[in-house]
T-cell receptor, first 113, second 111 residues
Framework: GAGVSQSPSNKVTEKGKDVELRCDPISGHTALYWYRQRLGQGLEFLIYFQGNSAPDKSGLPSDRFSAERTGESVSTLTIQRTQQEDSAVYLC???????????FGDGTRLSIL | GEDVEQSLFLSVREGDSSVINCTYTDSSSTYLYWYKQEPGAGLQLLTYIFSNMDMKQDQRLTVLLNKKDKHLSLRIADTQTGDSAIYFCAENPRGGNKLTFGTGTQLKVEL
C-alpha cells in the first residue's frame, strides 16, 4: 500500500497475556520507528530500526517489551505478560532514510483488562 | 525546560487564521515538524522545516522558526472545520532519529 499499515487496529487482552503488534512500513523505507501514545498525551519513542538492526532501543520501558524487523520490511513489537499500564496506542512510523521525515500508521489501540 | 511545550487548546472561527505555538528544547535539532491527529487516527505529517530556515510556506500553512528563542509556530490561513484536530510539534534532538513530541494543541473551529 501507499502508507504505513499496522495491525490489528484494536486489541483487547487480559492482563498477563502476550501480544504482538505488526507494522508494514512504506515500501523502500529503510528506517522504522515505534512510539507509544498514552491517553491525552504526546508520543513516547520506543525503538528505532535501520534496516533490520536496532541501533536505538532506549525507549523500551522494560524487558517485557521487544521488537524485531525482518527483510528490511515488516516489524513486530511484542509485549510479554501485559500489564494495565501497557494500555495505549502503539504507533509505527517509517522514513526513507535516517534523515527523512517520519510517516505514521494509524496505530494499534491496545487495551489491557 | 526539558519538555516540548504547547498550549493545550485553541478555538477559532471558521475563516479566521489559526496560530499554534511550540517551544522546543534542543538547539541542535535539525528538523522541526508539525503533525495533525484526527480522532482515532494516526499522525499525519503536515509540514516540516529544516533548522537553517526561518520560514516555510505550503498552501494555507506557514511555519515560522525562531532558533534563538527555540520557538516554532504554525499558521493556518482561512481555517476550516476540517482543520479541527490535535496538532503536535516535534523535534529531533541532537539531529538524531527519534522525535520528541509536544503534548499537542487541540484546535477547535467554530462556525
Amino acid at each position: 500500500g501507499a502508507g504505513v499499515s499496522q495491525s490489528p487496529s484494536n486489541k483487547v487482552t487480559e492482563k498477563g497475556k502476550d501480544v504482538e503488534l505488526r507494522c508494514d512500513p512504506i515500501s523502500g523505507h529503510t528506517a522504522l520507528y515505534w512510539y507509544r501514545q498514552r491517553l491525552g498525551q504526546g508520543l513516547e519513542f520506543l525503538i528505532y530500526f535501520q534496516g533490520n538492526s536496532a541501533p536505538d532501543k532506549s525507549g523500551l520501558p522494560s524487558d517485557r517489551f521487544s521488537a524485531e524487523r525482518t527483510g528490511e520490511s515488516v516489524s513486530t513489537l511484542t509485549i510479554q505478560r501485559t500489564q494495565q499500564e501497557d494500555s495505549a496506542v502503539y504507533l509505527c512510523a517509517s522514513s526513507q532514510d535516517r534523515d527523512g521525515p517520519q510517516h505514521f500508521g494509524d496505530g494499534t489501540r491496545l487495551s489491557i483488562l | 525546560g526539558e519538555d516540548v511545550e504547547q498550549s493545550l487548546f485553541l478555538s477559532v472561527r471558521e475563516g479566521d487564521s489559526s496560530v499554534i505555538n511550540c517551544t522546543y528544547t534542543d538547539s541542535s535539532s535539525t528538523y522541526l515538524y508539525w503533525y495533525k491527529q484526527e480522532p482515532g487516527a494516526g499522525l499525519q505529517l503536515l509540514t516540516y522545516i529544516f533548522s537553517n530556515m526561518d520560514m516555510k510556506q505550503d498552501q494555507r500553512l506557514t511555519v515560522l522558526l525562531n532558533k534563538k528563542d527555540k520557538h516554532l509556530s504554525l499558521r493556518i490561513a482561512d481555517t476550516q472545520t476540517g482543520d479541527s484536530a490535535i496538532y503536535f510539534c516535534a523535534e529531533n534532538p541532537r539531529g538524531g532519529n527519534k522525535l520528541t513530541f509536544g503534548t499537542g494543541t487541540q484546535l477547535k473551529v467554530e462556525l
